[in-house]
Antibody, heavy 121, light 107 residues
Framework: EVQLVESGGGLVQPGGSLRLSCAAS????????MHWVRQAPGKGLVWVSR????????DYADSVKGRFTISRDNAKNTLYLQMNSLRAEDTAAYYC??????????????WGQGTQVTVSP | DIQMTQSPSSLSAFVGNRVTITCRAS??????LAWYQQKPGKAPKLLLY???RLDTWVPSRFSGSASGTDYILTITSLQPEDFATYYC?????????FGGGTKLEIK
């Protein structure tokens, strides 16, 4: 069974940093692209970033480019999102998500439960 | 960036009704479109990908189609468990983008 468990969310001041983690199990993590998607309270889904299976390719939403960095440790089956220069508008639940097939970089089949990030003074 | 304009933003319908939700892409996305269902307090669930392919758990009352840059999600014979928020997502090019969502409510 595929499991994605996010951690690392919390309350941070504007301009601060936070690192999210996503522990993956139930599939061969090193063969799969991985994504981060966020959702502000009461709002819609926003794609944040994705990373290629070997970690050598990354993409970002314009709103986070230059501030957020996605990475992965395939030996630890863990996905990360380093978030710097945080703004109030980054407040959201952050979901880790994976496709259901290796090498699929597009849609996602599996989602974690989300971790809440709140940016406030 | 490709913009996905989803309509309507909200919709009320009776159990048993047929409903359609549309996503219009700002450019050709060659059927690189997925639909998701989200219920309150839960993570989204994949419904369809490649515009018209159902995920394995999805009942046949759900279907997807395309006409030019318009992508349509159709639900025939609405069931109580179908009342949720629906999102489209294009994966034709980066950055990937979601539509704004359609909240489907019981009338």
């Amino acid at each position: 069974e595929v499991q994605l468990v996010e951690s690392g969310g919390g309350l941070v001041q504007p301009g601060g940093s936070l690192r999210l983690s996503c522990a993956a199990s139930g599939f061969t993590f090193s063969n799969y692209w991985m994504h981060w998607v966020r959702q502000a309270p009461g709002k819609g889904l926003v794609w944040v970033s994705r990373i290629k299976s070997d970690g050598r390719g990354t993409d970002y939403a314009d709103s986070v480019k230059g501030r957020f960095t996605i990475s992965r440790d395939n030996a630890k089956n863990t996905l990360y999102l380093q978030m710097n220069s945080l703004r109030a508008e980054d407040t959201a639940a952050y979901y880790c998500a994976s496709p259901g097939a290796p090498y699929n970089s597009g849609w996602v089949d599996y989602w974690g439960q989300g971790t809440q990030v709140t940016v406030s003074p | 960036d490709i913009q996905m304009t989803q309509s309507p933003s909200s919709l009320s319908a009776f159990v048993g009704n047929r409903v359609t939700i549309t996503c219009r892409a700002s450019q050709d996305i060659s059927n690189s479109l997925a639909w998701y269902q989200q219920k309150p307090g839960k993570a989204p669930k994949l419904l369809l990908y490649a515009a018209s392919r159902l995920d394995t758990w999805v009942p046949s009352r759900f279907s997807g189609s395309a006409s030019g840059t318009d992508y349509i999600l159709t639900i025939t014979s609405l069931q109580p468990e179908d009342f949720a928020t629906y999102y489209c997502q294009q994966y034709y090019s980066s950055p990937l983008t979601f539509g704004g969502g359609t909240k489907l409510e019981i009338k």
